[in-house]
């Protein structure tokens, strides 16, 4: 079992304070500090590197630019071996140099990992020169493939310099190793110039191409290193591009250029080799003399560093004891001020901001300067300035509490109001309907008519749905009781694929007239979910029967059913009041369910069912439920009877229609009984519509059919005069229950207006 922390005090805690930073201070210098010394031992390393490794370097690079040079020459013309011996010779032994300078200690201690790393690359293709060497001899060779294996081992060792001098941040390194890249594309090119005249001289397009690449990627390192440096630096570079070497080798060169491809260059190999030869040379002491300024200028470097080190060093040290000091004196001071200012934030915290928040969730008015006046607490800027930050905070949570308050009125005020309007206009709507289905004398453009009935009472279930979630009541409601299956009916007709639910229930109880409206909205809201994600071919049956707490109402789809995780959160909303959120608009039959089930005191709860679907449970309270005579008369308080909603629009198969079962109903009437009854009015503006109506005179002539009968059909071909009088009977029932006006309705119903 865990123990609690031991508290501690505000004075302790404020020590504790002031030791991290004094810790992190002290660390903070000691950083500078080692920075500061790094920084002089690279610029340190620079020197070292350049006494040990830069002087045994330059040669090679030279050495074995030139055996390139005599290599491609020697393969391209066949020319005396003597000058390629010799330069092989002097080879070897600058490998030698460059062994003993690069496996020195002192120069392994200035390198990384990485660097070791390229630096053994380097060495290795350096000491296996001799494979290179060999198969140039054996004919095994081109002159290209052996430009291109001497270009390689001067590429890798560039690789390694790059590393080296951009491990140590000193510039002028970097930028005196972009000219030494300069003088060995300057090989490059002497080397391919030499080999192409001692092999007629001809240039193809592909050796021009080569050419001109080099000599540029030339010109452009040689002058964008020389801007870079600084005047002691690129002197020396700057008296080798101005000398006549430079300007022979320059001449020759735009020569070459200039000739086109399949040119044949009238210029000698000799003539050609002493030229670029001369011009090496200038830039090879340019470098020599440049690495030894370099040397000079990292050594003072370093000596500035490491007295500025001393220096910073001792300055953060007194300001390091200095800071310890001013932060133990002020500590007492800065520690009574917080338990003032703690005091003050706890009254805040504790008491005063959850009592007007209470409020505004009751709705009562608050005035926000009287509510958030600032607090006046401590002796110091900062303890103060931290007050009135709290002041603001106070001052800002309760603007936020009041303006969402008047957000959510005015929301629902908007909801309403539309609502409302289109409320109004649905009304209009159906008033015309009623006009030409007076007017009308054929079945089918009856038939229209009232496939259009249905959509407005289905958009008007809609428009009732805002006005839910604003808060208010919709303007229609029930004097007596109604049956439940009535209500049952009244909830499936104002779906849209009505026609696959079926109902399976003798329930006879009824429901109080003031929940009516509320119960068909809530179960309307639930079936046609049920209907809109289940497959078009699958019924959703509906149960009803009483239970110990009231009438339970059974919805059962067949559909893909929801996750445990959604099933979970979707219960959490229906078992509470929702608070409606604009975030969430694609769910707002989920929040109409919620709003109507808190109101009436209904439970809904949703959890798999055996046919992988969703099972949706309604348990409706004794508070809303009536015994069955109670029930007011029939002709005037039911709703509408889905079963007897003309089924208009898409056809099915007669063997896949599903529908109410056949214990929903009760026995056949006639025709003349139809009529009569249809005719006799409405009530609330829902039609009265009678069991049976539009059915048969085959099927009104039997009771309900013996369970293992079969099924008769629903539809059968009537004569035109039969349809007519069918569909007059519905149209005067409808007429009469949309002129009387229902006794609950609001003023503003017939308005729009608020």
Known sequence: MNRPRRRRSIRSSLYGLLVIPMISLVALWLFAAQSTAAEAIDQRNIDTANKIYGNAVQPMLLTLAQERQETVVWLSGGLPRGPLDAVRKRMDSTIVRMNGAAHSGTFQETLTGPMKSRLSVLMDKLNRIDAIRKQVDSGAMTKLSAFEAYNDVLDTHFKFVYLLVAGNGYQQAYHLTGMSRAMELLGREAALVGG????????????RTAISQLAFERRYLENSSL?????????????????????????VENRILAAGPGTRLRLPSSGWQNVAGAFLQQMDVALREARVVLAGDAKRSSDRTLLRLAGVGGAGLVAVLLTAVLMLRFGRRIGRDLLGLQSAARELADDRLPGVVARLSRGDEVDVAAE???????????????????STVQHTAIDAAVGQADLRRAVNAVFQNLARRNQSLLHRQLSMLDTLERKASAPDALADLFAIDHLITRMRRHAEGLIILSGASPGRGWRHPVGLLDVLRGAIGEIEDYARVEVASTAEEGIVGSAVAGVIRLLAELIENAVSFSPPNTP??????RVGQGVVVEIQDRGLGMSEDELAAANVRLGQEPEFDLSQGEQ??????????HRHGIRVVLEPNAYGGVKTIVLLPHSIVVSPDRIGRADADRTVDAENVPHFGRRRPEEQRPGVSAAAFSPAETPRQAAAAAAAGTHAGMPRRVRRASLAPQLKESGSPAPDAPRPARHRTRSPEQAKSVMEAMQRGWERGRSEP??????????GER
């Open 196 to 207: 192409l005249l001692a092999d007629g001289g001809r240039m193809t397009a592909a050796e």
């Open 227 to 251: 801007s870079e440096f600084t005047p002691a630096n690129g002197a020396p570079f700057r008296r080798a591009l101005a000398s006549d070497e430079a300007k022979r080798f320059v001449d």
């Open 372 to 390: 958030a006046p600032p607090l006046v607490v401590g002796r110091t800027v900062e303890v103060a300035n931290v007050a009135a930050a709290f």
């Open 540 to 545: 959703v049956e509906i149960d009803a029967g």
């Open 588 to 597: 707002l039959g989920l929040f109409v369910v919620g709003k109507l089930a």
């Open 742 to 751: 229902g006794p609950a309705a609001e003023p503003d119903d017939d308005t």
